[in-house]
């Protein structure tokens, strides 16, 4: 007998995941627009100008050029596992949105750990960084790799220190939750030391400049993605923006007021801050130079750290204190 339910039910579901990704999709295209933009005005320069208005097109042209180019294996590679790291990445980059909420009632599915859930899975893509420059049967690549895995397993724990200021005063893991918290005060004026912590790790999470070493060009060539092509390598692309999109909608929901604002759609402007925060995070590539991997590192453990423990500590005395 066919269940009626579980199959609206499974509809509904892929309904949902194809509005996402069509939202992501998007909203990539457009940042890689954007970034050239901005990139250029910083720099002087015009940018993209041919291929449509302002080259507003020319994300869809690269996108065509990617679709057409040829896949190349290296006779060198681990094919499957050359094969699986650009999907592992692009996966884990696109989860989390499942619980982002984008306005009080636009969210997939609000979790009582959402959060939680979204540092869980986004924190899969370095086991396929790992595998791309594992895979690739090219030490330089490998080298990348490994230079991603310690590099995002070193911001991680200063990011998830930041976030749990913001958990004890909430008390809750729902985003949604932690947004309708933000009713009077934003958490940014109460916590600004831990938004700029967050900040300053999810560029590093993100593989941003100036901490995008994995792609150290005078080192690397190209870092993790080297021997990559076609839509192998848009799917990197694809991904890293997706995960921009993802840290900078964290930032927004727990500092920022979430969807929370006058006049304006919640959406619209939960889409702003979110748009904000990446316009900052294109705005600190073209004005800062890379840091050194030793220096990425002892900024990581040596000062971030340090500070995300200390912002938890006077967090916790000030509760106590209020009690």
């Not at 269940?3 to 995941?17: K, V, Y």
């Not at 901005?38 to 208005?53: E, T, Y």
């Not at 490998?142 to 995002?152: F, K, P, S, V």
């Not at 402007?269 to 990446?278: D, E, H, M, Q």
């Amino acid at each position: 007998m066919i269940d009626i339910p579980f199959i609206l039910n499974f509809l509904w579901m892929c309904a949902q995941a194809a509005g996402l990704l069509a939202f992501v999709s998007v909203s990539v295209m457009f940042l890689i627009w954007l970034e050239r933009k901005v990139s250029a005005h910083i720099q002087s320069r015009l940018g993209p100008m041919i291929v449509g208005w302002h080259g507003c097109l020319q994300s869809i042209a690269d996108a065509i050029k990617l679709l057409l180019k040829e896949n190349i294996v290296c006779k060198e590679a681990d094919k499957l596992t050359f094969w699986l790291a650009p999907l592992v990445v692009f996966v884990a980059s696109f989860l989390p949105f499942v619980a982002v909420p984008f306005s009080k009632k636009l969210i997939v599915q609000d979790l009582n750990l959402g959060l939680l859930y979204i540092l869980a899975v986004s924190s899969l893509g370095v086991i396929g960084i790992f595998m791309a420059g594992w895979g690739s049967g090219n030490k330089y690549s490998l080298l990348g790799g490994m230079r991603t895995a310690a590099q995002i397993i070193s911001y991680e724990i200063p990011l998830v220190l930041s976030i749990l200021p913001v958990v004890m005063m909430t008390g809750t893991l729902s985003m949604n939750g932690i947004v309708q918290a933000q009713g009077r005060v934003w958490f940014v004026f109460y916590q600004p030391l831990a938004f700029l912590i967050y900040f300053i790790a999810a560029i590093a999470e993100v593989n941003r400049a100036p901490f995008d070493i994995a792609e150290a060009e005078s080192e690397l060539v190209a870092g993790f993605h080297t021997e990559y092509s076609g839509m192998k390598f848009a799917m990197f692309f694809l991904a890293e923006y997706a995960n921009m999109v993802v840290v900078s909608a964290i930032a927004a929901a727990l500092f920022l007021g979430g969807w929370q604002g006058p006049f304006l759609p919640g959406a619209v402007w939960f889409l702003i801050k979110i748009y904000f925060l990446i316009f900052v995070m294109m705005w600190a590539r073209w004005t800062f130079p890379r840091l050194r991997v030793d220096q990425l590192m002892d900024f990581a453990w040596k000062f971030l750290m340090p500070l995300a423990f200390l912002n938890i500590l006077v967090t916790a005395l000030v509760m106590v204190i209020r009690k």
